[in-house]
């Protein structure tokens, strides 16, 4: 046997409420919940997964990765993939994969919130949302709707994003 086969990885095993969350500015509203990231795990592969709960009524702002691919896999709720313009119906099950430079945002038409679980690799989706958002812990209820940072386009270009939607247009 060779050291390569003897050696062994770490384990961790967060909780439902483990892991920092984040309440998310408009359009999206709702919240996130940074799961693991593989900077902070000394992990092999750089990614980064949690979830993201958009509030009814609201929307994730078009956008794309210039260096990112994403995966998403909806675990509550109904909403809609819009990728390059066209829309998918998204429901608890469904699973999108989105190579990088495709124009994509997620809109919850409904009364009620959509969560879906979002990997994007390499990472780095979590250090956006915990600049652009506010603390939350599980269980408080939702602020009122609050505005992004001012600095919100630089914050996009230094961390995941390459093209993002300024308008905050849900194109309907």
């Keep these: 046997m060779d050291a390569k086969t003897q050696e ?21 509203n709702g919240f996130v919940r940074n799961i693991f990231n593989g900077r902070d795990l000394g992990a092999r592969s750089n990614f980064s997964i949690g979830t993201q709960t958009v509030a009814p009524n609201s929307f994730i702002r078009e956008h794309t990765h210039a260096d990112h691919e994403e995966i998403i896999y909806v675990v509550e709720g109904k909403g809609v993939a819009r990728v390059d313009g066209v829309d998918h119906p998204l429901e608890v099950g469904s699973c999108v994969f989105i ?4 124009k994509h945002h997620f809109l919850n038409p409904n009364d009620e919130p959509m969560t879906f679980v979002v990997l994007l690799m390499p990472g780095g989706l979590d250090k956006f949302f915990a600049e652009i958002g506010r603390k939350r812990t599980p269980g408080e ?11 919100i386009a630089e914050i996009e270009a230094r961390t995941v994003f390459g093209w993002v939607d300024a308008s905050f247009n849900r194109k309907k």
């Design 8 to 28: 062994t990885g770490k384990v961790v095993i967060r909780g439902p409420d483990d892991g920092e969350s984040f309440w998310q500015p408009v359009p999206a």
């Design 99 to 102: 190579g990088v430079n495709r």
């Design 141 to 151: 209820p939702a602020p009122e709707p609050f505005p992004r940072p001012e600095n």
